[in-house]
Nanobody
Framework: QVQLVESGGGLVQAGTSLRLSCEAS????????MGWFRQAPDKEREFVAT????????YYADALKGRFTISRDNARNTVYLLMNSLKPEDTAVYYC??????????????????WGQGTQVTVSS
C-alpha cells in the first residue's frame, strides 16, 4: 500500500514555472513506476509524464516535451514535475500515481494502482 500526497500547485501567470512534488508513504516506493496525469474541467484525465523506478528513461506526452520534466528522489520517496513556460491551457488538477514496475508503458491511467488527491494548477493569461 502506498499513499501519495501532491503539493506545489497554485495560481501563476503564463510564462512562469512551477514545480509539483508528490511524497509517498508506505512500502516500496523505489520499486514503483511513477506518473503524473492532469484533468481539466469537463475533460478526461490525461497522461503527462512517467518515470521508471531507476529514474532513467522518463517519457512525456508529446505536446509537453521540452517544457515539463519529471524526476524522482527515491531516498526522499518523492517524485517531482517541473513545469516551465506555463500556458493557460495547462490549467488542471494534477495527480501523481504509482504503478507496478511491470506495466507495459506507464502512459495509461489504467496501469496505475495508487493515486494522490491532486493539486490544482491555474495559469492566468
Amino acid at each position: 500500500q502506498v499513499q501519495l500526497v501532491e503539493s506545489g500547485g497554485g495560481l501563476v501567470q503564463a510564462g512562469t514555472s512551477l514545480r509539483l512534488s508528490c511524497e509517498a508513504s508506505g512500502r516500496g516506493f523505489s520499486a514503483y513506476r511513477m506518473g503524473w496525469f492532469r484533468q481539466a474541467p469537463d475533460k478526461e484525465r490525461e497522461f503527462v509524464a512517467t518515470i521508471p523506478w531507476s529514474g532513467f528513461g522518463p517519457y512525456y506526452a508529446d505536446a509537453l516535451k521540452g517544457r515539463f520534466t519529471i524526476s524522482r528522489d527515491n531516498a526522499r520517496n518523492t517524485v517531482y514535475l517541473l513545469m516551465n513556460s506555463l500556458k493557460p491551457e495547462d490549467t488542471a488538477v494534477y495527480y501523481c500515481a504509482a504503478a507496478f514496475s511491470t506495466v507495459e508503458t506507464g502512459t495509461s491511467r489504467h496501469e496505475y494502482r495508487y493515486w494522490g488527491q491532486g493539486t490544482q494548477v491555474t495559469v492566468s493569461s
